[in-house]
């Protein structure tokens, strides 16, 4: 399968605490893309890091990426109740140019 | 603007029976793809369609599925003779372009249940 590999499978932390999720992928990527969703419903476009580049900053996100393991990690900082959601990595794989997702981190951040 | 939309949001059908799931991509954005994710996993990529080109049909699980675009827009799956394994959420998704680092819109989704 070419479906990539989310470490932890749940996280579950208190508000103001930081969230990592982990990624690993098995082929060579053009990028990396972070995707949040909300109950089981569409998928909402958080950050992308393309092959070339090994650190990336959005607002309270910080995503890493590792092509020699193969591997990234997406850091929420400070979270908050409503960062609660399932998030997922996907990578855009050099041979098919096609999103290929990973099978998600469930985040539940508690009041 | 509207972003991606699809109908209905939930379809309950019996074994066997045909249905079709509706997508209405953001305007102007090219690239159109058809992924299902099934209870609690990630998403399966099915079909995806570039403008005018022939569509990346290599994902779909078996002749049971097929997908059309009309007019470059509205996208229709089909599914015939539904089994139970097809219960799943349908979700679409747009891009401006199909291509590298383009980000991908997605719709809300269709949840199907065979009974």
């Known amino acids: 399968s070419q479906q990539g590999e989310e470490d932890p499978q749940a996280l579950s932390i208190q508000e103001g605490e930081n969230a990592t999720m982990n990624c690993s992928y098995k082929?060579?990527?053009?990028?990396l893309q972070w995707y949040r969703q909300n109950s089981g419903r569409g998928l909402v476009h958080l950050i992308l890091?393309?092959?070339?580049?090994r650190e990336k900053h959005s607002g309270r996100l910080r995503v890493t990426l590792d092509t020699s393991k193969k591997s990234s990690s997406l850091l929420i900082t400070a979270s908050r109740a409503a960062d609660t959601a399932s998030y997922f990595c996907?990578?855009?794989?050099?041979?098919?140019?096609?999103?290929?997702f990973g099978t998600g981190t469930r985040l539940l951040v508690s009041p | 603007g509207a972003g991606v939309s699809q109908s209905p949001s939930n379809k309950v059908t019996e074994k066997g029976k045909d249905v079709e799931l509706r997508c209405d991509p953001i305007?102007?954005?090219?690239?159109l793809y058809w992924y299902r994710q099934s209870l609690g996993q990630g998403l399966e990529f099915l079909i995806y369609?570039?403008?005018?080109?022939?569509?990346?049909k290599s994902g779909l699980p078996s002749d049971r599925f097929s997908a059309e675009r009309t007019g470059g827009s509205v996208s229709t799956l089909t599914i015939q003779r539904t089994q139970q394994e097809d219960s799943a959420v349908y979700l679409c998704?747009?891009?401006?372009?199909?291509?590298?680092?383009?980000?991908?819109?997605f719709g809300p989704g269709t949840r199907l249940t065979v009974t």
């Open positions: 369609f570039q403008g005018n080109s022939a569509p990346d």
């Open positions: 890091i393309r092959s070339n580049e």
């Open positions: 996907a990578t855009e794989d050099t041979g098919f140019q096609k999103l290929v």
């Open positions: 305007s102007g954005h090219t690239a």
């Open positions: 998704a747009s891009s401006l372009y199909h291509g590298i680092g383009y980000e991908q819109y």
């Open positions: 082929t060579s990527i053009n990028n």
